[in-house]
């Protein structure tokens, strides 16, 4: 059984992550769009219902060749003060060294430092997050869903979606756990997009 791994974010993060990083030329560089990506975590509470939020300020970049399906680089950043679950008194403690940590700790990094493909579209990326200023190795589930010229202007995109379960406690997050308010493992989906850059750029 593959052992739950955590966050993000994180991290998200992720495009492409079916293809086999390589060495030597790197791939074109593509940077995700603000707008369109999008962190989602989910939490039952106490067991009566379901806790949804996301962060609102995600930013990242990679290097992908469409030609050879290699991912030779990926490095995302998660604002954890930008939490948001619609409720102000909940995302305050959110954003407290109970959860987030984010008044010490306000960004989580994640740095890809291999990829496992499964098929032309799905796989995984492997990597090390670094939240609550913990550094451990990640691992995220990622399908890759459309690389096309943008319908609106003249951009090309590449549109991915990733899962992963944070595991709390392996970065020093314990709250509520053993009184079943909050649980330990917290799953986690990433949609995102990224937009290729000129090479004349």
């Known amino acids: 059984m593959r052992r739950p791994v955590g966050l993000l974010a994180c991290l998200l ?3 492409g992550v079916m293809m086999v990083p390589k060495t030597g030329d790197a791939g074109t560089r593509w940077r995700l769009d603000p707008e369109h990506t999008t962190v989602m975590f989910e939490a ?3 067991g009566y219902a379901r806790i949804f939020g996301l962060f609102q300020r995600v930013e990242g970049e990679f290097d992908f060749d469409e030609t050879t399906r290699a991912l030779t ?3 995302i950043k998660v604002d954890l003060d930008s939490v948001f679950t619609n409720n102000q008194r909940r995302d305050r403690h959110l954003r407290s060294a109970d959860f987030l940590d984010a008044y010490d700790h306000r960004i ?3 740095v890809m430092t291999d ?3 499964a098929s032309d579209t799905t796989g995984q990326i492997i990597g090390d997050l670094r939240f609550r200023g913990v550094t451990r190795p990640i691992t995220l589930d990622v399908t890759l869903n ?3 010229p943008y ?3 003249g951009n090309y995109v590449l549109g991915a979606s990733a899962t992963t379960v944070i595991r709390r406690s392996d970065f020093g997050s314990s709250y509520g756990v053993a009184e079943g308010w909050v649980p330990d493992e917290i799953p986690v989906r990433i949609e995102i997009e990224a937009i290729r850059e000129d090479p004349a750029r």
Do not use: C, S, V, W
């Open 44 to 46: 039952p509470h106490i």
């Open 108 to 110: 989580a990094e994640f």
């Open 13 to 15: 993060m992720l495009a």
């Open 73 to 75: 680089y990926l490095r």
């Open 151 to 153: 319908p609106f202007g």
């Open 146 to 148: 459309r690389i096309a």
């Open 115 to 117: 990829a496992d493909p």
